[in-house]
């Protein structure tokens, strides 16, 4: 028997983040206890799950647990607003990871993120711009020659040679080693 269910990820003293669906995967009723799986619904199919499905699940279920909970503490860290350019708005913001998500490395940690605009998140994923490990920004060497309009010229080639704008507190800037590697690949696109 499974119970839908919904439960509280502790992101940081007094912070939840509700996780839902979630299933009782087992009642212990002398000890008052459940233990709570996270899946997704298809999880509850009847078959007997392949070990695919089944690492599929765990992923799903530990991006649902861990990417809203990395959200809120990068977009705290650097107080909603872009590290490149500034921009305030949260619902136009991102928070980019420095070591991929998809990297078994890409930790869902503050230190492994930066708040990003959407336009300068996509230009990061992309290459376009790059983050060296003395928090200068850089731009794609063939992008700074383009003539192109405004986003162009201001959103990207005037970011090149300037510093990100750090969070306050020391312990959530972003980590050197990690940008340092990043920005490795984008030494190697750029040319
Ligand atoms: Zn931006």
């Not at 920004?137 to 959103?155: C, R, S, T, V």
């Not at 080639?157 to 959530?172: N, W």
Request: hydrophobic share 40%.
């Amino acid at each position: 028997m499974a119970f839908l269910s919904c439960c509280f990820a502790r992101l940081r003293p007094n912070v939840y983040q509700a996780v839902y669906p979630a299933r009782v995967a087992h009642v212990d009723l002398d000890r008052s206890q459940v233990l709570i799986s996270l899946e997704e619904l298809s999880g509850f199919a009847d078959h007997e799950q392949s070990s695919v499905e089944r690492e599929w699940a765990e992923y799903i279920a530990k991006r649902r647990v861990h990417q809203p909970a990395f959200r809120a503490m990068v977009m705290r860290a650097y107080e909603t607003q872009c590290t490149v350019c500034r921009f305030k708005h949260g619902e136009l913001l991102d928070a980019a990871h420095i070591t991929a998500d998809s990297d078994a490395a890409g930790d869902a940690t503050v230190t492994n993120g930066m708040a990003m605009c959407k336009i300068h998140h996509a230009a990061y994923d992309q290459n376009f711009l790059g983050v060296s490990a003395d928090y200068r920004i850089h731009i794609n060497a063939a992008l700074l020659e383009e003539i192109d309009g405004p986003m162009l010229k201001h959103g990207l080639q005037e970011m090149h040679g300037t510093r990100i704008t750090l969070p306050q507190s020391t312990r959530d800037l972003p980590d050197r080693d990690r940008l340092s590697a990043r920005f490795k690949a984008f030494l190697d696109t750029s040319g």
